[in-house]
Nanobody
Framework: QVQLVESGGGLVRAGGSLKLSCAAS????????MAWYRQGPGKERELVAS???????TYADSVSGRFIVSRDNVKSTLYLQMNSLKPEDTAVYYC?????????????????WGQGTQVTVSS
């Protein structure tokens, strides 16, 4: 059974920093794509940043230059370093992984989500 576990959320003042982590566990074969999404109060879930297994990254315009996405392929872990935080960054942050895992005698490929972690930025 594959599971994603997030950590690192919390309350921070504007201008501060937080680092989120998301660790995948289970019989994982590969993780081609990883990403962070967020959902603010009364808003749709939006893509924050993504990273491929060869290190190519993309960022939402609203976080470009402030957030850094990275991954540790050995540990199957995704990170999000968030700097210069703003009140509008307040949201529940979800990690996402498109991964291939061992299922019985075969491989299977599915999308998995973390449980979400609250990030609150006070002004």
């Amino acid at each position: 059974q594959v599971q994603l576990v997030e950590s690192g959320g919390g309350l921070v003042r504007a201008g501060g920093s937080l680092k989120l982590s998301c660790a995948a566990s289970g019989r994982i074969f590969s993780i081609p794509n990883m990403a962070w999404y967020r959902q603010g109060p009364g808003k749709e879930r939006e893509l924050v940043a993504s990273i491929t297994n060869d290190g190519n990254t993309t960022y939402a315009d609203s976080v470009s230059g402030r957030f850094i996405v990275s991954r540790d392929n050995v540990k199957s872990t995704l990170y999000l370093q968030m700097n210069s935080l703003k009140p509008e960054d307040t949201a529940v942050y979800y990690c996402y992984m498109d991964l291939t895992y061992v299922s019985g005698l075969w491989y299977d490929r599915k999308n998995f989500w973390g449980q979400g972690t609250q990030v609150t930025v006070s002004s």
